[in-house]
């Protein structure tokens, strides 16, 4: 071969296949993959043992009684959660965000704040709160509140930011205030995409308040926890099917919701129509209602009786002396080598869950193969992470090997629905043209459509990844490995220094990921 | 032969006639121009040609294989011999300039050479002898996303030279591109089938560019050949009857019609309500 007719891409292409390699292996060493152990006899038997105790389904009155409650709670904490939610969000939104301002300061103060309330996770948050507040929806209405807050609060900055600001400053040049400005000139662009993400957040907090249960929040969580703990199969099975009908459901109705905020006003004084006037009414109900069904009332907090005084100052000061128990965080060296090794775990767990859920997404979005199994990426996303890792535990035993199955289980139903649109949405003439010069069609899907699709493919790889990482670091409440064991263990023996410590790293490494995903974003355009 | 089209019909599943009664042949070797209004049907009869679209009356029979008994192996084996060239070069944007030419052999290339070739491309001497022939063998190792719509039109070419078809079907190959450049192009492809032995069928839009260069012209109107004649013996009042539709003048390269784009009305009138 002549020297000219090399592919200069090569030696990249090769130091880049090189550079995965190295360092691919070793995460993959951390995350223990052992497929071998998914065929062990003895793990086969117990989880077929298990699998097979899922027919039937447990279909007994009182456990359906329960159920229902289970259900009617987990929407109620979600409902809840996003009330609360909302409420922070709203004015540190504001706060946080530069539209509307004649000179673009970012507050720095509010900025922080919200990336800590949304750098520890929500399920941190509720393991926290159910030791303050002891078992029961509380915690996880009040975790779901601090953490979907700090996100709505950055999402909304954001998407303020992102309109047209000319329409703002023209209202403030004229006089008016920043609230009058931004309601006026920037709330009519953004409004759609701020309603949109707001449900689309309601829907992320069902699944949330599901898992939330796992550490005793309440809910559908608590009673499969329980139901796995004695490893009742039927039990499973029901609350399983409850989760995607309650997940379909959502699934369904915000899709509606968000069609719905595309028609045009209706022709008269008053924009709002039966639909939104009923909407608004349904509501305000389900907010109080869902309050009032868990019990937390505004009220027991506020009327203070003349015997209940002490039992505050009391209670008050247990929470003083619990927050206080996490100050200063344990930084001896070796204590920081092992929360080293939960990040690298945590990492671990992450990069080799998304790799194969991205191979198992790929095929399954494939044209060939999509129709027959859309029902299975379905039902793989709607069991949420935590729950496939329960059951992946028993598959493989407790550890990190346990985690990555769960999220390439669940990631692969994601991933693989993003990928059918995005396939779908790539364009038809390239792959076309190379199957009309007589290519088979396999070949013309990778020289001719894949190109084509690749970017969207490999972004949103990449946006799963960042919420995988975040995922990992609690997979391990159930024993999943990575960061959320450490914690899990610490809290549960009451040390709280250490705890704090893998606190705070959770927290960087949420940070690390925003920024570097971020750069990546940036890099690849 | 080349191809014979005996009575050939096309009707899309909407109802509309696209084609109908065409009777066309032509032998290995043959370079014939279509030209026509837009709506005419050149397009879906290079779609039959192409085997794009099945013919819904008539029969139709591409370098001796017998379009109304297909099988898919068949087709298969057909369309390695057919070359189109289309409007909008069908190119994904990301992938290099190497690879979209190399992807013209994907029909007759064992599978594990198409494969390898997604990661080093096996044929590179063969892809740069291609684009030397379009005078872009310095754009071999760009990204298509690097190049001009022209030079992406004419990757649309070498991939066809590498090709190496029997048929080279090219639907308004240069609609996109400068007069003089065109006129090369158009050159170009006629050598190439003048080269190889191969049949080629062109739509233009372009009507001197069509009598100049080929030898055989066909005017399609309204789903039916209008008149299938020599260049020489194409005369001005055919070609306005054949162009009724579209006013009294022709299409011609050097004053090609010119269509305001929907963005630049728009923007106009924006203007003009602003004002």
Redesign the interface.
């Known amino acids: 071969m002549s020297r000219i007719d090399r592919d200069p891409a090569a030696r990249s292409r090769l130091i880049g296949a090189l550079a995965m390699l190295v360092i691919l292996w070793p995460l993959f060493q951390a995350a223990e993959v052992k497929p071998g152990v998914l065929f062990d006899p003895g793990n086969l038997k117990v989880i077929g043992n298990f699998l097979a105790g899922f027919l039937p389904p447990e279909t007994g009155n009182e456990f359906l009684g329960y159920l229902a409650k289970a259900t009617l709670e987990t929407l109620a904490i979600a409902t809840a959660g996003m009330a609360l939610a909302f409420l922070i969000a709203v004015p540190m939104g504001y706060l946080a965000s530069g539209a509307g301002r004649e000179k673009a300061t970012l507050n720095p103060v509010t900025r922080s704040l919200l990336t800590i309330l949304r750098g520890i996770p929500e399920l941190v948050w509720a393991l926290i709160f159910v030791r303050v507040f002891g078992l029961g929806p509380a915690a996880g209405v009040l975790a779901l509140g601090l953490t979907y807050g700090g996100m709505l609060a950055k999402v909304y900055a954001e998407i303020l930011e992102s309109v047209d600001a000319a329409p703002a400053r023209a209202l403030r040049h004229n006089g008016a205030d920043r609230p009058l400005a931004i309601l006026y000139g920037l709330i009519p662009q953004a409004s759609k995409e701020l309603a949109s993400y707001t449900v689309y957040r309601w829907e992320c907090a069902i699944r949330a308040s599901v898992v939330m249960g796992f550490v005793g929040a309440g809910g559908l969580g608590q009673l499969m926890d329980q139901a796995m703990k004695m490893l009742n199969g039927g039990e499973a099975a029901t609350i399983l099917l409850a989760f995607m009908v309650l997940v379909f459901a959502a699934d369904g109705f915000s899709g509606w919701l968000r069609r719905a905020l595309d028609t045009p006003p209706a022709n008269r004084a008053s924009p709002f129509g039966w639909r939104s006037g009923g909407l608004g009414l349904a509501l305000v109900v389900s907010i109080v209602a869902s309050f009032s069904y868990l019990e937390i009332g505004l009220k027991s907090l506020l009327t203070l009786g003349p015997a209940f005084d002490s039992v505050v100052v009391e209670a008050a000061r247990s929470i003083g002396e619990f927050v206080a128990g996490f100050f200063p965080p344990d930084l001896s060296a070796e204590w920081l080598a092992k929360v080293g090794k939960g990040i690298w775990e945590t990492l671990a767990i992450s990069v080799v869950g998304t790799l194969l859920a991205a191979v198992a997404g790929l095929l399954l979005a494939l044209p060939k193969w999509r129709a027959p199994f859309s029902f299975l990426l379905n039902t793989l996303r709607s069991v949420p992470e935590l729950v496939w890792a329960t059951i992946t535990a028993l598959a493989v035993g407790l550890g990190p090997f346990a985690g990555a199955l769960a999220l390439a289980l669940h990631t692969a139903g994601v991933l693989g629905r993003l990928y059918a649109e995005a396939l779908d949405n790539a364009p038809p003439a390239p792959g076309q043209a190379l199957r009309l010069a007589g290519a088979p069609g396999g070949f013309a899907f990778l020289y001719g459509t894949l190109p084509g699709a690749a970017p969207q493919l490999i972004a949103y790889t990449l946006y799963r990844w960042e919420m995988n990482i975040r995922m990992a670091a609690i997979l391990g409440f159930v024993g999943a490995g990575g960061l959320g064991q450490l914690l899990y263990f610490e809290l549960s023996l009451f040390h709280h220094a250490q705890a704090s410590t893998v606190i705070i790293a959770m927290l960087l490494l949420s940070i690390a990921v925003d920024q570097a995903s971020a750069w990546l974003r940036r890099a690849m355009r | 032969m080349s191809f014979r089209l005996n009575g050939v019909g096309l009707t899309h599943a909407n109802g509309f006639v696209a084609l109908k009664g065409v009777m066309l042949q032509a032998e290995k070797g043959e370079r014939i121009a279509l030209i026509g209004p837009s709506g005419a049907g050149k397009t879906s009869l290079l779609s039959v040609l192409?085997?794009?679209l099945a013919p819904t009356e008539g029969l139709a029979e591409v370098l001796d294989f017998d379009q109304n008994f297909w099988l898919t192996a068949e087709v298969?084996?057909?369309?390695?011999?057919?070359?189109?060239i289309?409007q909008?070069p069908?190119?994904?944007?990301?992938?290099?300039v190497?690879?979209a030419v190399l992807?013209?052999k994907?029909?007759?290339w064992p599978?594990w050479k198409?494969?390898a070739s997604?990661?080093?491309?096996l044929d590179?001497?063969g892809a740069?002898a291609a684009l030397e022939r379009v005078d872009l063998a310095d754009k071999l190792?760009a990204r298509c996303d690097q190049l001009s719509g022209g030079q992406l039109q004419r990757v649309g070419i070498a991939r066809v030279l590498y090709?190496q078809?029997e048929l080279i079907l090219a639907d308004e190959p240069v609609s996109a591109l400068d007069p003089t450049l065109a006129l090369a192009t158009i050159r170009l492809l006629i050598a190439e089938a003048e080269a190889r032995g191969a049949t080629l069928v062109a739509s233009l839009h372009a009507v001197d560019l069509a009598i100049g260069n080929f030898s055989r012209i066909v005017g399609v109107k309204a789903g039916h050949i209008a008149f299938d004649l020599p260049a020489s013996e194409v005369t001005v009042p055919l070609l306005h009857d054949l162009y009724a539709s579209e006013g009294d003048e022709l299409p011609v390269q050097a004053h090609e019609p010119h269509f305001l784009s929907q963005a630049a009305a728009n923007e106009a009138a924006t203007r003009a309500a602003c004002c």
């Open positions: 192409g085997t794009a298969k084996k057909l369309r390695t011999h057919i070359g189109s289309h909008s069908p190119i994904p944007g990301r992938q290099r190497v690879t992807a013209g994907l029909g007759q599978a198409s494969l997604l990661v080093y491309p590179i001497a740069r190792f090709q078809p």
